[in-house]
């Protein structure tokens, strides 16, 4: 869809200030299922979407569906590879550190046939929190289990304990640490007599930082769904800090007679506005996946209210991205300005397709 119909369903939805898009009128003019603001939105079938560095998990989870098993283990399988490339440096093993240099991973996942729902948050030295918070799912009576009680659980189960730090990741970290305060004892790159690069291959460019999660929903021919989200959280956080990924409701939810959504990016905004939940009951109340997405982030645009999280024109200067998955197939992702693309795998194949953005 182009940005014209983008704009002429923020106009009609969205005129007046301050009004949530479902506020303004969606309801009124959105018959139940029949706009279509991007092709996903027109899908039905066996369907699996996640974020944009998803593809190899969306085609696992895929796989996995069309051959019976069941959703949830299907889009854990999934986001396990991307967790355990070391390349990917926003979730699982190679994930960015806090600001400790400790790798701090955050997860949950919920079924919709049974709505469980699993969640760790803060596991260190696990490689697939996804798998753990599953194994908190399906073992146990709880929802949510952190930092040192959720990887003595994951040991519990047979889970290796390892160094999640990769070389890479360090030597990111060491960056940030050595020109995050010009005062402290560690000498930033522009103080030092010495070349700053000296014996660090990937030295050059800037620092890298990562919002940067999965979230990996799917639905089988049933009509039932799962989805999953996990993460190594916001690079060189405060020890302790849990964003939205591993909040059933905010990072993933599933309604198993509605839909699934996830969301990534900044977690603290999605929280506050309850993301992954509202893009499920806008979509019960009758929007499309992609609307739903799109009601969603305009909503917490809306609710962004201190400046340094604003730019020049008053918007957020922060990105999120949000993903939606109906019972029937149909999905959909918007993301908060630019271009933004994520992954769906269907019966036509795995590909990337764009994220409907509220901002340009
Ligand atoms: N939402 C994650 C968090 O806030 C990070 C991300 O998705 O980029 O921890």
């Given at each position: 869809?182009?940005?014209?119909?983008?704009?002429?369903?923020?106009?009609?939805?969205?005129?007046?200030?301050?009004?949530?898009?479902?506020?303004?009128?969606?309801?009124?003019?959105?018959?139940?299922?029949?706009?279509?603001?991007?092709?996903?939105?027109?899908?039905?079938?066996?369907?699996?979407?996640?974020?944009?560095?998803?593809?190899?998990?969306?085609?696992?989870?895929?796989?996995?569906?069309?051959?019976?098993?069941?959703?949830?283990?299907?889009?854990?399988?999934?986001?396990?590879?991307?967790?355990?490339?070391?390349?990917?440096?926003?979730?699982?093993?190679?994930?960015?550190?806090?600001?400790?240099?400790?790798?701090?991973?955050?997860?949950?996942?919920?079924?919709?046939?049974?709505?469980?729902?699993?969640?760790?948050?803060?596991?260190?030295?696990?490689?697939?929190?996804?798998?753990?918070?599953?194994?908190v799912l399906k073992r146990t009576d709880h929802v949510m289990i952190v930092g040192e009680g959720a990887k003595r659980f994951a040991l519990a189960h047979g889970f290796e304990a390892e160094n999640l730090l990769t070389d890479r990741a360090r030597r990111a970290w060491l960056r940030w640490k050595e020109n995050a305060n010009p005062n402290d004892d560690w000498l930033d790159a522009d103080q030092m007599d010495f070349d700053p690069n000296e014996n660090r291959e990937d030295a050059a460019g800037p620092i890298p930082f990562t919002y940067g999660t999965i979230n990996c929903s799917g639905v089988n021919e049933n009509g039932d769904l799962a989805s999953v989200t996990t993460t190594s959280g916001l690079s060189y956080k405060i020890p302790g800090r849990v964003g939205d990924s591993p909040?059933?409701?905010?990072?993933?939810?599933?309604?198993?007679?509605?839909?699934?959504?996830g969301a990534t990016g900044r977690g603290e905004a999605v929280i506050q506005n309850c993301g992954a939940f509202s893009i499920v009951r806008e979509m019960e109340n009758g929007l499309s996946p992609t609307e739903a997405c799109l009601a969603v982030m305009k909503r917490i645009a809306d609710r962004t209210r201190q400046k340094r999280l604003l730019n020049e024109r008053g918007e957020p200067n922060f990105g999120v991205t949000l993903y939606a998955l109906r019972k029937?197939?149909?999905?959909?992702?918007?993301?908060?300005?630019?271009?933004?693309?994520?992954?769906?795998?269907?019966?036509?194949?795995?590909r990337r397709e764009a994220c409907m953005a509220l901002y340009e």
């Open positions: 869809m182009d940005n014209l119909d983008r704009r002429a369903f923020l106009g009609i939805t969205g005129a007046a200030a301050g009004a949530t898009l479902a506020g303004m009128g969606v309801k009124a003019t959105t018959p139940r299922g029949s706009t279509s603001l991007a092709p996903g939105d027109d899908h039905r079938g066996v369907a699996c979407i996640s974020s944009g560095n998803g593809r190899p998990a969306t085609a696992k989870a895929f796989e996995m569906v069309m051959a019976g098993r069941d959703p949830i283990d299907a889009v854990v399988a999934g986001v396990n590879i991307v967790e355990s490339d070391p390349d990917d440096m926003s979730v699982g093993y190679g994930g960015l550190p806090n600001e400790e240099g400790v790798v701090q991973l955050d997860s949950c996942c919920m079924h919709g046939p049974t709505h469980k729902a699993g969640a760790v948050a803060c596991i260190e030295d696990i490689k697939n929190p996804a798998s753990v918070a599953l194994l909040i059933v409701g905010a990072g993933m939810f599933v309604d198993n007679a509605v839909g699934a959504a029937d197939g149909a999905y959909g992702s918007a993301v908060m300005r630019g271009r933004g693309q994520f992954a769906v795998t269907t019966s036509a194949g795995t």
